[in-house]
């Protein structure tokens, strides 16, 4: 018998253990063909942030907080998966987030033997939601 594997399945599953594998790129334009959608990063301990807006496209901001966490499948090597709610927007209307399908990520057990920075790389599947109709708000 032959199956059929749909290409969203591949994707979503497969590639953020395909990505984990590779160095990661240059975001410097010049040293890459990637197309840059924007920056994630935390404003503090516990606030991700997004923020889409680059040099090609304006699509916003938005500061999250942790809804809902769920372990990974293989929780002792894949951060957990989780759910975000959006606490402040300036320029978009994503009113949720969550990260699936997750690959590494996960710190050492102590830090001995750890320079005095360091980081722990991961790769993931971020779905973005957003409201239908968000007050002040028209898509581009």
């Known amino acids: ?21 590779f160095p990661i790129p240059s975001m410097d334009p010049t040293q890459s063909d990637l197309f ?3 920056h994630h990063y ?3 301990k516990t606030t991700p942030y997004f923020n889409l807006d680059t040099a090609e496209h304006q699509w916003g901001q938005v500061a999250l907080k942790k809804l809902e966490a769920k372990p990974a499948p293989n929780p002792k090597k894949d951060v957990a998966w989780l759910k975000l709610e959006a606490t402040t927007t300036s ?7 969550y990260r699936v399908w997750t690959s590494g ?6 830090c001995k033997g750890q320079p005095s920075s360091f980081t ?3 790769s993931a599947v971020y779905y973005m ?5 968000a007050d002040g708000y028209t898509p581009q």
């Open 120 to 122: 722990v790389e991961y």
């Open 1 to 21: 018998a032959r199956g059929d594997v749909r290409r969203s399945d591949v994707c979503s599953s497969d590639l953020p253990n395909i990505a984990s594998r």
């Open 129 to 133: 939601w957003s409201k239908s109709e």
């Open 91 to 97: 320029g978009c209307s994503i009113s949720e987030v």
């Open 36 to 38: 840059l959608s924007g």
């Open 42 to 44: 935390f404003t503090d």
């Open 105 to 110: 990520g996960v710190p050492p057990a102590t």
